[in-house]
């Protein structure tokens, strides 16, 4: 689940004889899958598209890499603005946006529609989502919030089982004739319903001193990533111009003007977007880096998966869907696992051991698929999925609580703020090597009996650079605390006490 700017201060307890609170519940985990199962949806989707609109690779990579792009340089300034001007208002803005990105997803009439609409939702999600944790501090009592956040873990896990699998069943059952369509057109009638009932039973609130919004900030971290991906995913079939050269160069400048500008307007008004005394924490800064290239590894891994098994394979979307539902089982089952029973007792060690273990899974797919070629089936690719699906869970869910262990509880909030955004842009990075780990090792111009062999090829090759990047993952969680279950206070509780001399926020009836 994504995190969001929560440490401003505590919110009054509410009456727990109030039904609606549950009616509240209900709309904004709604409105968590959606954004959960768009993420996942749309992978399975993406070889019908590029065949039924006859999308470039590169617009392919744009569709997952612009939604990941524009929800991370959002996030941050989504969760300012509804402590500014309130929880309720901003999240029924943002899922009514939503909404609409979804319907003109889904009425495109060319691929270039297809990418701006996609970038629309996702700066969409960027306002719905980070309201969702501060509504429900708003909203239930602290007694209740366990049983609630076991609900949202339940909720993570069925949008990572269901959302390939509906996304397969959307695409095969071509409803009304509208091929790919339907898997955003869906979310208009969750979205409209969601808010009608949103406005109707959710309580707004807002956070009495809310820092000041940074959009300068915002554009300059925009700016340097747009420098970055563009000529990644147009590089090669533009045949790697020098401009592109030239702006990848020029996107560090932009981030190093980030980061003088942010220590400018930390020292100015104490409101920047980035909190760079967070990385002087240790712990921190490699948690950071950690989520980072980890989000690169699986940008890399699940589009490159999709289009070796439906473009390479010639399997169905149906087929590619149910393939990975062991990967997504043994992820939740992994998950559990670690949280209520390895992280306790063995610390950072079960987040080296999942990174060892997925490089493992990743290997053995890697031996697997060179061996078998095209005529690999799902049950072959069961035991290396799984194998990898283990080890993520291993990772994925203690891994926000070692990297806030030692953060200062007054920063609490713009850390896992920070964390979520990190990881989407690492997620939206990977997207773009795409062209460069599969595609640069793909000739463009391929006989039609060259396909199958040519997407193995490059499918083997990108593994390779997972497997690396996963080594590297290993070695930077040796900075990482080696008992991440034991919080300086208030970097778990931030949640429950108010930063010093705030009063606590405003529930607006």
């Known amino acids: 689940m994504h995190s969001t700017d929560i440490a401003h201060a505590r919110t009054p307890e509410p009456a727990t004889g109030d039904r609606r609170r549950w009616f509240a519940l209900a709309i904004v985990m709604t409105a968590a899958f959606m954004d959960l199962v768009d993420v996942t949806i749309v992978n399975i989707a993406v070889p019908s598209i590029q065949r039924d609109e006859g999308a470039t690779f590169s617009q392919i990579q744009w569709i997952t890499a612009g939604y990941a792009l524009a929800f991370a340089a959002g996030l941050v300034t989504g969760g300012r603005l509804g402590d500014i001007h309130g929880r309720k208002r901003v999240f029924l803005v943002g899922i009514g946006g939503f909404t609409v990105a979804s319907a003109l997803c889904g009425l495109a009439v060319n691929p270039e529609m297809l990418v701006a609409s996609r970038i629309l939702q996702g700066a969409m999600a960027a306002l719905m989502v980070p309201q969702v944790l501060s509504i429900v501090h708003a909203t239930f009592p602290a007694h209740e919030r366990g049983k609630v956040f076991g609900l949202f873990g339940a909720i993570v896990g069925l949008g990572a089982v269901s959302g390939p699998l509906l996304g397969a069943l959307l695409t095969e059952g071509n409803l009304f004739g509208l091929e790919w369509r339907p898997i955003f057109l869906i979310n208009l009638p969750v979205g409209v319903a969601a808010l009608v ?78 909190e760079l005394s967070l990385f002087r924490v240790k712990s921190f800064a490699a948690g950071i880096a950690v989520q980072t290239v980890f989000g690169v590894g699986l940008g890399v891994f699940f589009l490159v998966w999709t289009l070796y098994m439906q473009i390479g394979l010639g399997w169905s979307a149906l087929r590619a869907g149910l393939t990975g539902v062991p990967f997504s089982v043994a ?167 108010p930063v010093a001399g705030e009063k606590e926020p405003e529930l607006v009836p």
């Open 197 to 274: 009932l949103g406005s109707r039973f959710i309580t707004e609130s807002k956070a009495p001193r809310a820092l000041k919004l940074d959009l300068p900030g915002v554009a300059l971290v925009t700016l340097a990533l747009l420098m970055l991906l563009y000529p990644l995913t147009r590089g090669r079939e533009l045949g790697w111009p020098v401009w592109g050269y030239v702006s990848m160069a020029g996107a560090l400048v932009v981030f190093a003007a980030l980061v003088a500008y942010e220590r400018a307007k930390g020292a100015r008004d104490g409101s920047p977007l980035i």
């Open 331 to 497: 992820v939740s089952v992994a998950a559990g696992m670690s949280v209520q029973q390895l992280v306790p007792r063995f610390g950072r060690k079960v987040l080296q051991a999942g990174a060892l273990v997925m490089a493992a899974g990743v290997l053995i797919y890697l031996a697997e698929a060179e061996r078998y070629g095209l005529g690999i089936t799902s049950w072959q690719m069961a035991l290396p999925l799984v194998v990898m699906g283990a080890g993520m869970g291993l990772i994925v869910a203690p891994l926000t609580d070692a990297v806030l262990s030692e953060v200062p509880r007054e920063h609490a909030g713009s850390a896992s703020g920070l964390i979520n955004t990190v990881q989407q842009m690492g997620h939206a990075l990977g997207l773009g090597l795409v062209s460069v780990v599969f595609f640069g090792v793909i000739d463009e111009r391929l006989a039609p009996a060259e396909v199958g062999p040519a997407f193995v090829d490059g499918f083997t090759h990108a593994l390779g650079w997972v497997a690396a990047v996963l080594g590297a993952i290993f070695l930077l969680m040796f900075a990482l605390p080696k008992r991440p279950a034991q919080h300086v206070e208030g970097a778990a509780g931030a949640e429950e006490a």
